[in-house]
Nanobody, 121 residues
Framework: VQLQASGGGLVQAGGSLRLSCAAS????????MGWFRQAPGKEREFVAG??????SSYQLDSVNGRFTISRDKNTVYLQMNSLNPEDTAVYYC?????????????????WGQGTQVTVSS
């Protein structure tokens, strides 16, 4: 699986962004997908994950109600609303072979290159 993330940028607090992760490879349709983020000086953090079918998803508590993960045939999305400065980070999409959602970044097999999200106050 090859992943290409895009959609990051600079936005004011309260604004919205939509991240996309374009995937290629035969195993994408059977992979769990996740979005992670990493702020300077902090550990990589799970943000949201979605099952291979799209029927199950999970978000970090601090983004629940603001962020929504979804997927279609070849792309995974992260719709981010009501952004605040604490959401500033590099956002990564990742794929995990198999059917189990996981919060642990070490359990993901493929990674996109990351896209910067900066939220100004």
């Amino acid at each position: 699986v090859q992943l290409q993330a895009s959609g990051g940028g600079l936005v004011q607090a309260g604004g919205s962004l939509r991240l996309s992760c374009a995937a290629s490879g035969r195993t994408f349709s059977s992979s769990v997908m996740g979005w992670f983020r990493q702020a300077p000086g902090k550990e990589r953090e799970f943000v949201a994950g979605i099952s291979w079918s799209g029927g199950s998803s999970y978000q970090l508590d601090s983004v629940n109600g603001r962020f929504t993960i979804s997927r279609d045939k070849n792309t995974v999305y992260l719709q981010m609303n009501s952004l605040n400065p604490e959401d500033t980070a590099v956002y990564y999409c990742a794929a995990r072979l198999g059917s189990n959602l996981s919060h642990d970044w070490k359990r993901y097999d493929y990674w996109g290159q990351g896209t910067q999200v900066t939220v100004s106050s």
